[in-house]
């Protein structure tokens, strides 16, 4: 049963709905990975929408930067108040949630905070320190933020630039900004709500450079807010999107903080100016494996909240007829309509088991690290770099189809598309961006081949295992492990390519950095093809596991679209596999699975369970009602409260005047 049927709904969305086969409860269930947190979250979302205080003060397109940043304050404020009543406080799930449910996804001044400010400290600080700062951060009393990338250097992390000298007469560390160029540059809630920041500096003792470190560093005054004397801070302006957050620039003069701000849990700074290495090199690295690790599952709702939207839209829009003259019919009918959005449904459900997955797989590392086993951090490290990457970029595809297929209405910002989109997309640069770390994971594919060609692919882990084997040929009869296979040759064929294309390049006398360069654009298709295979072995492994035969049953037939699809998209890479036949085939199977899903898509984005709070879309509306809602708010443009602007009588109209004469 679809839970959202209502009375006073669309029809057209209601007849949607009873066609479902399936209980959207019991499948929200499987999508948040239990039935609590799946019931908590309406519980959350029924109680916020209780609560006068914390509704839009108006839609968010009409508001202007100011006010979005104003309105997330109110809110933050008054969550923080209201939280301990609301939700589970050590739930991080729940507290996500309902951020996102009450000031959703454009950014606010605690977004950071929760993600990037307090894990570097719970993780990386000591005992001494956390007892120090945790606390207080997670009562809010300080507000924080996470400053790493500069004006000149993003993903190089080698040429950041501001350091953090110790001396030792004083035992501080004295902060510097250099250049221009190490100026902080872009971290969220800087510019003019964090008081404190994980800053990442150059540490520098007796002259020696040891590579960036983290340190708590208070960037404002605790009683005024004013900047503190040494640090210049302030907004970078206006972005795509995620226009409710403070992205800021931060420099440093000769600003002092004491030793013991330096997260010192894994490196250490002594006070006689001894320095102790971390366990592992990148240890300092592990809050952006942290955030990457969520990134999949994150990513997979935006791309929910765009799908939810445009196939109910879908559902309710009647353009031109099939069979039928008498009625038009739902532009859902439609195979083009189909085969732009199903895919994109199942990829969404993908990406959020693979989240599930890859969140499941930090905090087993996080337990190992804390416990002196380092051994999983460049497994996770090549998994996650892959992930973050193929996520976003399907996403951004994915939410941009579903914008054209809502037509003139999805560009309107009414669909909130374009916003769900800018918001999304931002993933493809920020924790890394693409290329570069598509290039991260390349480097675990290269080596992982050395070592088959070394001889040692028993040593291969198992995500790796299958660029050993040697399949030439595949089963007509295909199902899912069979689609695996396919894919596994696929991504083994060009990982190898790519590696010999770069070994060739050496081989004639290239420098490694030479090669590697020539060889990236085939390196990046073999890491993109490796992580789509972990997708999709992920999303075979979880319907596997679902016990609700019902549930299961709707999940084979998405997982059916999947599979097909995927295997079309990579046709160029199988044709030395697969036959022309054998592809005609996987191709009929695609087009059978669209129309097998049909009767369950709008129950399918229903139990993603996103309220119309969340959703902000007039388009995406749960009831269905879209027309007269439309019709309202353009209305309720503030464009539209004269009839006559000062546009028309300052201008046009003496212009029309003067033409007249
Ligand atoms: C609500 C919206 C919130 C948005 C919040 C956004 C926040 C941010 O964006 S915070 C800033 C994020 N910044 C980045 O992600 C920077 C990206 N760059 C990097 O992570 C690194 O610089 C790098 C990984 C691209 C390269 O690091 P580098 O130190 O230069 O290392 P090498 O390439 O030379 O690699 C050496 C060796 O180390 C391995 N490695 C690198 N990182 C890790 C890691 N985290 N864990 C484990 N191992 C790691 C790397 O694979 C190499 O291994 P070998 O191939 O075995 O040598
Ligand atoms: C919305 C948003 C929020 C952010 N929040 C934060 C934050 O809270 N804290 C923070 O510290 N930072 C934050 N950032 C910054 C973000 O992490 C960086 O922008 C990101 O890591 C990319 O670095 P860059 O800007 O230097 O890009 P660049 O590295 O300059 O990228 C430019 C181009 O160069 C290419 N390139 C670079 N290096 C290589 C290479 N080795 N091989 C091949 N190609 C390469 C890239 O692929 C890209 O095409 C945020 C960014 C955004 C957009």
Redesign the pocket.
């Known amino acids: 049963m679809n839970q959202s049927i209502k009375p006073g709904d669309n029809p057209d969305l209601t007849e949607e709905r009873l066609s479902g086969t399936f209980d959207t409860n019991s499948m929200a269930a499987v999508i948040y990975g239990s039935d609590k947190l799946a019931q908590r979250r309406r519980e959350i979302s029924e109680a916020v929408s209780r609560i006068p205080e914390l509704q839009d003060s108006k839609p968010c397109p009409f508001m202007t930067r100011e006010e979005k940043i104003l309105e997330g304050s109110r809110k933050s404020a008054i969550l923080n108040r209201l939280l301990p009543g609301l939700i589970d406080l050590d739930s991080f799930e729940e507290t996500v949630f309902i951020h996102q449910e009450v000031i959703g996804i454009e950014g606010h001044p605690l977004a ?1 905070h929760e993600s ?1 400010f307090i894990p570097p400290i719970a993780t990386q600080g000591t005992d001494e320190q956390q007892k120090k700062w945790l606390g207080r951060a997670q009562r809010r009393e300080i507000i924080g ?5 500069e004006l000149g ?4 992390l080698r040429a950041l630039e501001t350091t953090a000298t110790f001396d030792i007469s004083s035992q501080e560390f004295i902060l510097n900004s250099p250049t221009i160029t190490s100026l ?7 510019g003019k709500s964090a008081n404190w920041s994980i800053v ?1 500096a150059n540490l520098i003792v007796h002259d020696k450079n040891h590579g960036p470190h983290p340190f708590m560093v208070q960037l404002r005054d605790e009683k005024s807010h004013e900047p503190l004397p040494g640090i210049t801070v302030g907004d970078i302006g206006p ?1 795509m999107a ?1 226009n409710g ?1 403070d ?1 800021g620039f931060l420099g440093f003069e000769n600003y002092r903080i004491p030793r013991e701000n330096m997260l010192m849990r894994h490196s250490k700074v002594t006070p006689d100016g001894g320095y102790i290495r971390p366990p592992h090199a990148k240890i300092g690295y592990s809050g952006m494996v942290r955030v990457r690790s969520r990134m999949a599952a994150e990513q997979g709702l935006f791309l929910a909240h765009a799908l939810t939207i445009a196939v109910r839209y879908s559902a309710i829009r009647r353009q031109g007829y099939l069979e039928d003259r008498s009625r038009e019919v739902k532009v859902l009918d439609y195979q083009t309509q189909q085969h732009r959005l199903f895919p994109s449904i199942a990829r969404a459900y993908a990406f959020i088991f693979c989240g599930f997955e890859t969140i499941r797989l930090y905090d087993q590392l996080l337990i190992d690290v804390q416990n002196g086993n380092t051994s999983g951090m460049a497994d996770l490290h090549a998994l996650t770099s892959g992930l973050k990457s193929v996520v976003t970029h399907q996403t951004g595809e994915g939410i941009e189809q579903a914008r054209m297929a809502c037509g003139g209405h999805g560009y309107s910002m009414a669909s909130y598309i374009s916003e769900i989109y800018g918001v999304a997309i ?1 993933g493809c ?8 770390m598509l ?1 991260q994971l390349a480097r675990y594919l290269v080596k992982s081949i050395e070592m088959i060609q070394n001889g040692k692919s028993k040593n291969l882990g198992p995500m790796v295992a299958y660029l050993a084997a040697n399949e030439s040929e595949i089963d007509l009869n295909l199902g899912p492990n069979e689609y695996l296979k396919v894919f596994q040759y696929a991504a083994r064929s060009q990982a190898w390519r790519a590696t010999e294309k770069f070994q060739k390049l050496r081989n004639s006398g290239m420098s490694k950095e030479q090669a590697w ?1 020539q060889a ?1 654009v085939e390196l990046t298709r073999a890491s993109r093809l490796h992580t789509r295979l972990y997708i999709m072995s992920t999303f075979i492994n979880h319907v596997g596991s679902v016990v609700d035969q019902k549930i299961k049953k709707v999940l084979i037939d998405l997982l059916n679209v999947h599979i097909t699809y995927e295997v079309m998209d990579i046709g160029i890479y199988v044709q030395g596999l697969l036959s022309s036949d054998q592809m005609d085939l996987i191709r009929n199977q695609l087009y059978v699975s669209l129309e097998t899903i049909r009767p369950n898509a709008v129950s399918l984005v229903d139990s993603f369970q996103i309220s119309d709070m969340q959703l902000r879309s007039v388009l995406g509306r749960r009831d269905g009602n879209v027309y007269e809602n439309l019709f309202k708010w353009a209305k309720s443009c503030p464009l539209n409260d004269k009839d006559v602007l000062e546009s028309v009588t300052k201008y046009l109209k003496p212009m029309m005047d003067k033409s007249k004469l």
């Open positions: 950071l990037l933020c996470y400053a790493q990338t250097h993003g993903s190089n902080k540059w872009w971290p969220g809630a800087l990442i972005k995620f957050a992205n931002g640069t920020y924790e890394g961006e693409n290329m570069v290039l360069n990236s």
